[in-house]
């Protein structure tokens, strides 16, 4: 169970005019980034951190699933926060190489409300959320890694054994993937 790691915690905020570490004032996405960091719930399998408190803006995000294909691995993300949040979405990538058919080989993760299906009134934890869904249920519909996902829809066998063998420190399709477990 990860939770949110303390220590490396959110700059606090609050209403507008309030000022960050070094006197200049909060941006509005600053602001309702804060009011997002502040309700993060790390769903046991997450944890969520700010790396440089006077830089809100970029976090990492480490996920280790609990159960599923990669049960036992962590892996690594950053979410970078444009200052058009929340009228645009976070980009997140992936700093871990993952055999996954949602996530390239070069980090970039396919997850719907990344893209299209972003409102405004999505948040911080939403992501996180979809994020965590993305290892319980890879969805190989949507792909972003097009070998895994044919492999995953049409043997799945191979597919459990590629991710355990990625997972291991071993090569799949000519890959090399660092250990994990």
């Avoid at 502040?38 to 699933?65: F, H, R, W």
């Avoid at 890879?138 to 972003?144: A, G, I, W």
């Avoid at 492999?151 to 090399?176: A, D, H, I, Q, Y």
Wanted: charged share 30%; hydrophobic share 35%.
């Amino acid at each position: 169970m990860l939770g949110r790691e303390e220590g490396r915690a959110i700059v606090g905020g609050g209403g507008g005019g309030e000022r960050k570490p070094g006197g200049k004032k909060f941006t509005s996405a600053e602001l309702r980034l804060v009011k997002d960091q502040e309700e993060l719930d790390g769903y046991g399998a997450t944890a969520v951190c700010t790396p440089k408190p006077d830089q809100i803006t970029e976090m990492s995000l480490k996920i280790a699933p609990e159960m599923g294909y990669w049960k036992g691995g962590s892996f690594d993300f950053t979410i970078s926060v444009p200052a058009e949040y929340p009228i645009k979405p976070p980009k997140v990538l992936c700093k871990t190489k993952i055999y996954h058919p949602n996530i390239d080989l070069e980090g970039h993760v396919c997850l719907n409300i990344l893209r299209d299906d972003w409102r405004p009134s999505l948040t911080i934890n939403h992501i996180v959320l979809g994020m965590l869904t993305l290892f319980y249920e890879p969805n190989d519909k949507d792909p972003l890694n097009k070998d895994a996902a044919e492999v995953m829809r049409t043997n799945e066998p191979e597919f459990r054994r590629n991710v355990f063998t990625s997972l291991n420190g071993g090569s799949v399709k000519g890959e090399k993937f660092p250990k994990l477990l």
